[in-house]
Nanobody, 115 residues
Framework: QVHLVESGGGVVQAGGSLRLSCKAS????????MGWFRQAPGEEREFVAS????????YYADSQKGRFTISRDNAKNTVYLQMNNLKPEDTAVYYC????????WGQGTQVTVSS
């Protein structure tokens, strides 16, 4: 059974930074692409970023390009999301996910950006 545990969220002021982590168990993530997603109150969950199994390809939603960086450490079975220059509109619960698996989600980690 796959388990994903996100951490690293918090409350920051606009312009600040956070680094999120996602520790996976029950799966060897080196064989699969991984992604970060977020869900704001009253909104649908949306794509943030993704990374290929070997980390040679990354994709970002337009609003995150140049501010967020996704990375992975396959030896630690962990995926990261470095978020810089945070904006109030980045406030959401952030989730990591196994690419192509819409049924497995962690508890998420809350990111709150104050103006």
């Amino acid at each position: 059974q796959v388990h994903l545990v996100e951490s690293g969220g918090g409350v920051v002021q606009a312009g600040g930074s956070l680094r999120l982590s996602c520790k996976a168990s029950g799966i060897t993530i080196s064989s699969t692409a991984m992604g970060w997603f977020r869900q704001a109150p009253g909104e649908e969950r949306e794509f943030v970023a993704s990374i290929s199994p070997s980390a040679d390809t990354t994709y970002y939603a337009d609003s995150q390009k140049g501010r967020f960086t996704i990375s992975r450490d396959n030896a630690k079975n962990t995926v990261y999301l470095q978020m810089n220059n945070l904006k109030p509109e980045d406030t959401a619960v952030y989730y990591c996910g196994v690419w192509g698996d819409d049924d497995t989600w962690g508890q998420g980690t809350q990111v709150t950006v104050s103006s």
